[in-house]
């Protein structure tokens, strides 16, 4: 017998597996993908990915990620007048054009991301398409709620088909706002119609269990499918 009526399930890391560098593995050096995925700079891939979350578009992401790494500054030379020019050449000469070729090859690893970022969805998690067949069997509702692009949903529900089992996803691109912002919660559940005393919510993160807990429903912190099977399937 099932432990509830209904789950709300995260996507990445718990339904999903899914890994940003593989659509650049091969394709670029990996001295370039390093330099995108530097957590230490704060208008790097990661700063983007949650504004991606948010609902800023691919164009939008690049042009910021170019402006804020003097790409377009040193691109745009042409309306450069002479002493601007001489400027530029003395800055070069002191070892700016490496840092503006790294910063031009990590915007273009960029943009090859998101033409591959299908790429990035390598799989569900292990366990994963059983529990979610079997909660069906049971007559168990199942839900997503995720902080993801709507693109990434789709692709995701395109790849794997057991995710059509989830009978509609609240996507935080979409809501313009993410986990663990109590408002999405509250979204979630008015918009599934579900009971949270009877509801439990999945999340690999801390602190989106704990949000879902004081939303109501019951917040579960996913390691596994099979710990996640023995709370839910009992």
């Known amino acids: 017998m099932a432990a509830f009526g209904d789950v709300i399930f995260d996507f990445c890391d718990v339904l999903v597996d899914w890994e ?22 704060p208008y790097g891939f990661w700063h983007y990915d949650e504004l991606s979350d948010l609902g800023w578009g691919e164009e939008r992401v690049l042009a910021d990620y170019a402006a804020h790494h ?6 745009d ?23 503006f070729a790294a910063n031009q090859a990590a915007y ?3 943009r090859l991301y998101f033409a591959r970022q299908r790429l990035a969805l390598v799989g569900m998690l292990p366990g994963m398409p059983e529990l979610l067949r079997d909660l069906h069997a049971a007559g168990v509702r199942c839900w997503g709620l995720t902080n993801f692009t709507v693109k990434y949903v789709d692709a995701a529900r395109e790849l794997f088909p057991e995710l059509n089992l989830l009978k509609d996803v609240v996507v935080s ?12 919660f509250r979204r979630a559940i008015a918009r ?4 949270p005393a009877h509801t439990a919510f999945v999340d ?18 996913f390691t596994d499918a099979v710990s996640l099977r023995v709370r839910l399937l009992p």
């Not at 940003?20 to 957590?39: K, M, N, S, Y």
């Not at 030379?77 to 840092?99: F, I, K, L, P, W």
């Not at 602190?207 to 879902?212: D, L, S």
């Open 108 to 110: 273009e690893a960029f």
């Open 20 to 41: 940003p560098r593989v659509p650049l593995t091969g394709q670029v050096p990996e001295a370039v993908i390093d330099r995108l995925f530097d957590h230490d700079d």
């Open 204 to 221: 690999d993160k801390p602190w989106n269990a704990e949000a879902g807990t004081a939303a109501g429903l019951h917040g579960i912190r």
């Open 70 to 75: 003097g790409v377009a500054g040193f691109v």
């Open 173 to 184: 691109s979409a809501e313009r706002i993410h986990k663990p912002d109590p408002e999405i």
């Open 192 to 195: 599934f119609g579900v009971d």
């Open 77 to 99: 030379t042409s309306m450069a007048d002479m002493a601007d020019m001489a400027d530029t050449a003395d800055a070069v000469a002191a070892g700016e054009a490496a840092s």
